[in-house]
């Protein structure tokens, strides 16, 4: 791959391979995976990847809003794609796209069936999300027989599956909070599966809940930050490739003496003589002001440089000092080293957050090798 020679992010497709595999090496051969691709793929770019994880055997693929999975449809992709936060406005939207509707509420339930009805839809695809303690969205147990009276009023939809989602897989140190959600889902599936005349699937698992959880994988399992590459612990993040690599490269160097500043409202002040790099990057392209002043490490031909100052929203300055470069050299702000954890971590956020800010302004690159 040649040098960055401007801001890109580059996406590299092969390792998304290597992340569906090692995912699917976790779950039993007839386990139905989903591609969580909300938020432009976690940030990258979700055709390319809806594309790739259709060719690598995805049943269902899964995105937030609706919006998001128009994208996909008029790019001819064919398979299931649930909504998982689908809105009363958007639900012609849903219905005209064939898309799948996660329905969480009584108030959305009803007037989805409304809508289908309206349409003249016969077993229209629906899916109905539990709260097993996470608090989000979702209906609650208790309000099954309320659900199952409404839906023996119609045949305009059918249930396709149910699901519910964890709120700490990735912590071991709730582990009993997580099994707990588990075995209230279980009671849930039990009791839907004894109300219909027809068996919805299940799925409950997330990244995390695959890798930790083998007993909460059920008929299927959605995957979203493992599939971009991220393990979410020190012992998986290994077992996965980022996809993502966020390049860029020196605009210009800076030689300064001691007590100068640097950027902005002169955040930064040197108590040597020192060397800075500016990057083509700031916070209007997703690095945020959370990362100025040392919290973000960025890599130059290798090295650490941490970033100095404020962010500002078309630059960054970073510490060169000790680092042999020139102006035109790349610059990694994540990738595989540091990772998107790693840089987030710095300041004190998460890797989704990171990588899911990337903003549009930065040119997407894809490779597959
Ligand atoms: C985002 C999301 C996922 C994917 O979670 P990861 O931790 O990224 O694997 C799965 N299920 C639901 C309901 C989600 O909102």
């Known amino acids: 791959m040649p040098k960055a020679q401007e801001t890109v992010l580059e996406i590299n497709l092969k390792n998304i391979e290597q992340n569906y595999n090692y995912l699917k090496s976790k779950i039993k051969p007839d386990t139905g995976f989903m591609g969580v691709v909300k938020a432009y793929a976690y940030g990258s770019e979700s055709l390319k990847i809806a594309e790739k994880l259709i060719a690598l055997g995805a049943n269902y693929l899964a995105i937030a809003y609706t919006n998001e999975a128009l994208v996909l449809r008029d790019s001819g992709i064919k398979i299931p794609i649930l909504v998982l936060h689908a809105q009363e406005v958007s639900f012609d939207k849903i219905i005209e796209k064939c898309l799948e509707p996660n329905l969480y509420s009584e108030k959305v339930l009803k007037s989805f069936i409304v809508k289908a009805e309206e349409l003249g839809q016969k077993n229209y695809p629906i899916h109905l999300k539990f709260n097993t303690g996470l608090n989000r969205l979702g209906f609650n147990e208790s309000e099954i027989p309320k659900i199952i009276n409404i839906l023996s009023k119609t045949d305009a939809v059918k249930v396709t599956s149910i699901f519910s989602h964890l709120a700490a897989s990735e912590d071991l140190s709730e582990k009993e909070f997580t099994e707990n959600q ?29 890798l930790n959880y083998p007993n909460a994988h059920f008929d299927m399992v959605r995957s979203g930050i493992g599939i971009h590459g991220f393990g979410n612990s020190l012992a998986e993040d290994p077992n996965f490739k980022p996809i993502a690599t966020l390049k860029t490269n020196i605009s210009q160097i800076h030689y300064l003496e001691a007590n100068e500043s640097v950027g902005y409202n002169m955040a930064f002040t040197s108590n040597k003589k020192m060397k800075t790099a500016t990057l083509p990057i700031g916070h209007a392209d997703g690095i945020g002001r959370i990362y100025g002043n040392g919290k973000g490490i960025v890599s130059v031909r290798g090295k650490l440089a941490p970033i100095v100052g404020n962010i500002c ?29 790693q840089f987030a971590e710095g300041a004190g956020t998460i890797s989704y957050e990171l990588i899911t800010g990337i903003s549009q302004r930065v040119k997407r690159i894809i490779v597959d090798s």
């Not at 009671?187 to 997330?206: E, M, R, S, V």
């Not at 060169?320 to 540091?338: H, L, M, Y």
């Open 182 to 210: 588990i075995s209230k889902f279980k009671n849930i599936a039990t009791q839907i599966d004894a109300k219909l005349d027809y068996k919805p699937f299940k799925h409950l698992a997330n990244t995390s809940g695959i």
């Open 313 to 341: 929203m078309d630059m960054i300055m970073i510490d060169i000092s000790e680092i042999d470069c020139n102006e035109g050299d790349e610059v990694i702000i994540f990738g595989e080293k540091p990772t998107a954890t």
